[in-house]
């Protein structure tokens, strides 16, 4: 059964409040805030959109109904189907549309639970003082649900109609070493080989479970939990803690954590292409973009080379000087020879945790170089700061206008690093940012592809993480309702956070935010390998698996690639005022 829904917003610049998701026809309704026009019309995430203003939405694109929307002026009316008979019509019709363009669509197999209406959120992660308005809390649910499986992705795509944007490229050194965040690529020559609740409810539920798992993705809810000893088991043997990832990925967990530089010397390399990155504002802070990005070309005395590419989310409070700092330690890791490959793959937990524990250094040094003053914007409010000291709490910011807690200096950055080393691929995170992976299904070539997400997302949603932090620091925090970390020690009741690992943080880091990283490692597969995807949470806030495989998987071009990802990414985000910085690193393989 269809349903009419009309929204009206008395100025048609402001949201509508709600978020239109869907790799393709037909899209469904996501992340209704709650109090917003969307959530007071009655509408419920998880409805099924045929239709905008009278427009059939059968062979639109998502960005161009988003666009249907964006201008839609002061009136809007939605046809919704809830029903899950016509969801599965639908979805069998657009099976066969597909079929021409080799794209699978997966019909549901399992419906998920009824997930409520989250309130509307004022900050992304870090919650040191109230703003009007935060970030929508489903959005760690939404994307963690994407990321637990990686679906096969079936596309045969080309990258055009991209939008574009206006980038300076920065100086980069002789061998394409060092990169700035605004964007910038390498590309390794062809001749010269690398060796590198009511029933309504329910039905709108089930609709919602239908749409994710027609569009490629899935609930964690259906993922069968995981302990943290568990977890810290398969990090221990190097095996991805994702439990649907491919066999074909062929994961080294098998083996020892180290690996004989013997072994190593005789496995296959898989070249690596083309290297590219592209970092861009949002609106959340004004002019500051808190992302930051690098990737390095490593060339070994034998003449070997290797890449290692990096993501760097900052937040709070001078989050982009934490961010900017991480860049700058990886780069002198990097040139003064401490970065060294080979003993990375032969003992992978060991030095990425080393590398990450240099990076964490890097960013509480400039805890200590607080500037006296400090102007913040979110969404549309500017609060001045001038920098104090606590007894209790060290150093602090007040606000000038004294409306606002006192809050400790106190920040930091997610990290996502990978490295390319012959045939292994290692990758270390910590935070949210995501580390992505597009193969071809058969080596040798062909337009199917499969994505797989390769990083674990640490936040105080995750069972597994608040099962660590109440073991190794007991009665320090607990998780709010809302998925923040939040400190039981009432003098720092005004420091929360979603993430529970990230670097720097001299404070929150004594209540379970830590540094150590989740490490994986992977035989790449000559032939089958594709692309490897480094992004920050913008992006996959607003992208599924799949649409970033879609992406990449046909490029020639990195940092095209990467410019494509994060523009479509602030493209799709249909609330201007909750658009993120969006940042990522592309690596294309032969």
Not at 38 to 43: F, N
Not at 207 to 228: I, N, V
Not at 241 to 254: D, H, V
Not at 307 to 329: N, P, Q
Request: aromatic residues 4%; contains cysteine.
């Amino acid at each position: 059964m269809a349903t009419v829904v009309t929204l009206h917003r008395a100025d048609a610049s402001s949201s509508f409040g709600f978020a239109l998701k869907g790799s393709r026809y037909p899209y469904y309704i996501e992340h209704v805030s709650e109090g917003g026009i969307a959530a007071t019309a009655g509408l419920n995430n998880g409805a099924v959109v045929t239709h905008i203003n009278g427009t059939d939405l059968r062979g639109t694109t998502l960005f161009q109904a988003i666009k249907m929307v964006k201008s839609a002026g002061n009136t809007l009316a939605l046809t919704l189907v809830t029903d899950a008979a016509l969801i599965a019509s639908l979805t069998d019709a657009a099976n066969r549309q597909c079929a021409m363009l080799r794209i699978k669509v997966v019909s549901p197999a399992v419906l998920a639970a009824p997930r409520a209406v989250s309130p509307t959120l004022a900050s992304p992660r870090s919650r040191s003082f109230s703003m009007p308005e935060r970030k929508n809390s489903s959005d760690r649910d939404r994307r963690a649900g994407t990321f637990a499986m990686g679906q096969p992705s079936r596309v045969a795509r080309k990258l055009t109609d991209v939008p574009t944007v206006e980038v300076v490229p920065p100086s980069s050194t002789a061998e394409g070493g060092d990169q700035a965040a605004e964007g910038s690529s390498a590309a390794v020559p062809a001749s010269s080989p690398s060796r590198s609740s009511s029933s309504a409810a329910a039905i709108a539920a089930a609709a919602a479970a239908a749409l994710r798992a027609m569009h490629g993705e899935s609930d964690t809810s259906a993922l069968p939990p995981q302990s943290d000893s568990q977890r810290d088991e398969l990090a221990d043997e190097n095996m991805t803690p994702m439990p649907e990832l491919r066999s074909e990925l062929q994961s080294i967990s098998a083996s020892p954590d180290r690996v004989s530089p013997a072994t190593l010397a005789l496995e296959p390399v898989t070249e690596v292409v083309a290297v590219g990155c592209m970092s861009q504002c949002g609106r959340r802070h004004g002019s500051i973009n808190q992302d930051n990005c690098v990737y390095e070309k490593i060339v070994g005395s034998d003449g070997e080379v290797s890449w290692v590419g990096a993501v760097f989310d900052g937040h709070g409070l001078l989050g982009e000087v934490a961010a900017a700092a991480a860049v700058v330690a990886l780069k002198e890791i990097v040139a003064s020879g401490e970065f060294q490959p080979a003993q990375i793959v032969a003992s992978p937990k060991e030095g990425m945790r080393r590398v990450f524990a240099r990076l964490h250094e890097a960013v509480l040094a400039t805890h200590e170089r607080a500037p006296p003053t400090y102007v913040y914007p979110e969404r549309g409010v500017v609060v001045e700061f001038e920098l104090g000291s606590d007894e209790s709490l060290g150093p602090v910011y007040r606000a000038k206008d004294g409306n606002l807690p006192t809050m400790p200096v106190d920040f930091g950055c997610t990290a996502a690093v990978a490295l390319v080393h012959r045939d292994r691929l290692v990758l270390g995170n910590a935070g949210d940012a995501a580390l992505l992976f597009c193969q071809r299904t058969e080596p040798g070539g062909g337009d199917e592809y499969q994505v797989d997400l390769l990083s674990v997302h640490h936040t105080a949603r995750d069972e597994a993480e608040m099962a660590r932090i109440d073991r190794d620091f007991p009665d320090k925090a607990w998780a709010t309702p809302d998925g923040y970390l939040s400190p039981l020690d009432p003098k720092l009741a005004q420091c929360e956070l979603q993430l529970t690992r990230s670097l720097g943080h001299r404070v929150l880091s004594t209540i379970g935010v830590v540094a150590t990283p989740t490490v994986q490692t992977l035989r790449l597969v000559p032939g089958r390998a594709r692309a490897l995807v480094i992004c920050s949470d913008g992006v996959t806030d607003e992208l599924s698996p799949r649409d970033i495989c879609e992406r990449v998987v046909e490029a020639t071009d990195a940092t095209e690639a990467a410019r494509t990802l994060c523009t479509d990414a602030q493209d799709f985000c249909m609330e201007p005022d909750r658009m993120d910085d969006c940042t990522t690193v592309v690596m294309l393989f032969k």
